[in-house]
């Protein structure tokens, strides 16, 4: 009888560990699958600007983000950089304004206790660009050389704004853009 019990609980726990490792590999697999990856050595490089390439992450938070509801920082040119800061929020990046072939200094600030595992990291396709955020400055660099609005996310595609890309910093239509300082 003892015998047949141990047997039984052998049974079970090895029951348990396949269960676990069939878990573990399924939860892997979406990680890892094409539509819901980030890797932290590249960013997709088939990546669009489409809203529709934007929100893969199944976190519930899909929504399509109008370019046209959000404020903009514009960005000031300084020694022949174009310099532009935003205050990361637990939920949401800022949108910005920048010029197009003047080289930018995007400073996304992140204060104390604001991160969380779905704002840690943008991903910004259009410029090929990746980072993973820190409590304090986090400057990203980059040159746009066409003008238009790229869409830019957290590392998950759920955090979602905008850079708008304009011929002229100092002509925008502010009756399209909302533009905050």
Do not use: H
Not at 56 to 63: A, D, E, R, V, W
Not at 68 to 77: G, I, M, P, R, S
């Amino acid at each position: 009888m003892k015998t047949l019990k141990k047997i039984k609980q052998i049974n079970w726990s090895v029951v348990t560990i396949a269960v676990t490792i069939v878990i573990s590999m399924s939860i892997i697999s979406m990680v890892f699958s094409d539509n819901n990856s980030y890797s932290s050595s590249k960013v997709e490089q088939n990546s669009t600007d489409n809203d529709s390439e934007v929100g893969g992450c199944g976190c519930g938070n899909n929504s399509t983000v109008n370019s046209k509801d959000l404020e903009y920082k514009k960005a000031t040119v300084e020694n022949n950089y174009q310099i532009v800061e935003i205050e990361v929020q637990s939920s949401s990046f800022g949108a910005i304004i920048v010029q197009k072939d003047i080289p930018v200094k995007f400073n996304l600030k992140v204060k104390q206790n604001i991160l969380n595992g779905c704002n840690n990291a943008i991903i910004i396709p259009k410029f090929n660009i990746e980072k993973d955020l820190k409590e304090g400055n986090n400057v990203v660099e980059f040159t746009p050389s066409e003008t238009g609005e790229f869409q830019y996310s957290c590392w998950m595609r759920m955090l979602k704004s905008y850079i708008v890309v304009v011929d002229d910093i100092n002509n925008i239509d502010e009756s399209i853009y909302k533009i905050i300082n």
